[in-house]
């Protein structure tokens, strides 16, 4: 007696409720949700899936919002509603940076998205190179930062070398070095001061002549200052 009272009580609700079954393609994801007239859903855990992003939990187009209490009209006698969830993906790409081997860091981009290196955090660490810049190809040509992503793409720091230009300033205030990217021009330089005496210009040897400020850098200078 009791036990057929029991089932009974459960197959037939006290008020309308709505059974949400939460499914990930086609299959169920976590438990079944039965909620009453001014309740409130649980929201599962959200799943992941290679390549795509979770956008949400969706009964037909319509996005459920968790922090909204569930409407269940009342039927008399009452009954319960199933309610199939769906979970809505969008596809992604990766974009992975990369330097020296590392993966500096992955960013996901939407189709036909861009992507930006803004926040990589990179630092160049061979000797006598800086950053020139970013190339879908190790070593290769730029990437250019407009171009639509339709794909994973992996885009590699590419050096440059520089030079450093060391001042050997002749009895003169100290000049500190300075570094010029490879075949770039030496570029203005700063002058030197010591009493008594008139700062003339740089020359690569000493007492010689002018160094042009259109000079290009190809390796390691040092220059003397001429008084």
């Given amino acids: 007696g009791g036990k057929a009272k029991r089932m009974l009580m459960m197959i037939s609700p006290t008020a309308n409720t709505h059974t949400y079954i939460f499914m990930v393609d086609s299959s169920q994801w976590g438990e079944s949700q039965i909620v009453k007239n001014g309740e409130y859903l649980q929201e599962p855990e959200a799943p992941e899936k290679p390549n795509q992003r979770f956008t949400g939990w969706f009964v037909g187009s319509n996005q459920i919002d968790f922090s909204q209490p569930i409407s269940v009209a009342q ?77 994973d793409t992996t885009l590699y720091a590419v050096t440059k070398a520089a030079w450093t230009v060391t001042f050997d300033s002749n009895g003169g205030s100290v000049v500190l070095p300075k570094i010029v990217e490879g075949g770039d021009p030496i570029g ?31 390796e390691d200078l040092t220059l003397h200052a001429v008084w």
């Fill in 75 to 151: 039927d008399d006698p009452p009954v319960n509603t199933d309610i199939v969830v769906n979970a809505g993906f969008e596809n992604i790409y990766y974009v992975d940076f990369v330097y020296n081997g590392q993966t500096l860091k992955t960013k996901t981009v939407s189709p036909g998205g861009t992507v930006n290196a803004s926040d990589v955090p990179l630092n160049i660490t061979e000797p006598g190179k800086v950053f020139s810049h970013w190339s879908t190809v190790d070593g290769g040509a730029a990437f250019v930062f407009t171009t639509p992503i339709n794909a």
């Fill in 188 to 218: 203005s330089l700063s002058a030197s001061e010591r009493a008594g005496y008139d700062f003339k210009y740089w020359s690569l040897t000493e007492g010689g002549p002018a160094v042009p400020s259109n000079d290009p850098v190809t």
